[in-house]
């Protein structure tokens, strides 16, 4: 039995990431190779919505939307009932509970999370941050982090240094070797939250041989075999303990997942 294609029609008076994001996260918790997604951005008009709505009852689709302008919101809203056609406001409801719990209008603005703010500069001033201090490459940074993290080679680092610098937070990251010291400034730090990255030996052999597969280098180094693994974790996990840092262990954990506990973290400092 073939099963029908997905059609998702993305509706917003902006850009449409929002909705996008949740569709894509929504998808992934079925059984599903391919979506088809038709975006529909930068609505103004009532007439654009029942273009978009029939197009969606001949198809059989369903309407993700984010529109903030409340007349936009009940059209689309009155012509999926007409049309019978499954249409889900992304935004709406969370609004609505905004202004209902804390007695505030809002803005009314499409595409305000694409402004050029200043929030947006720290951002752009924080991946620089991570690319310029990545790896340990300038001790320098260790001081003016927000954020340090510190394990063996593979278990990390940089993905979370540049998705935590996206979210505007410095983070510098110092590999641990086993025969080389680390700087002895990263014991000093006071108003830095360091953090230590882990792996079981099982799971770092595994991204670590593949990542030779992709570089093109053939497997036959320590680098990839389980003792000397092994005894470069127990390395690792004992400098952490000298900096009495918590640890997390990224075995099984998504770069989100492993953002969120530093995060958590962050905000308990």
Known sequence: ???KQPIFYLCSDALGDTAEMVVKATMQQFAVDEVNIKRYHYIQTEEEIY???????????????TLVEPNL???MKRSAIEHDVQAIDIIGPLMQAYIDTFNDSPKEMPGLQYELDAKYYNRIEAIDFAVKYDDGKNIGGLLAADIVLVGVSRTSKTPLSIYLAHKGIKVANLPLIPGIAPPSEIFTLQNTLIVGLTMDPNHLLKVRTERLKVIGLPNTTSYTEYEPVKSELNYGNMIMKQLMCPVINVSNKSIEEAAVEILGLMNKK
């Open 73 to 75: 919101r009940e059209v």
């Open 1 to 3: 039995m073939n099963r």
């Open 51 to 65: 273009a978009l709505i029939l197009d969606a009852q001949e198809n059989g689709g369903i309407v993700a939307y």
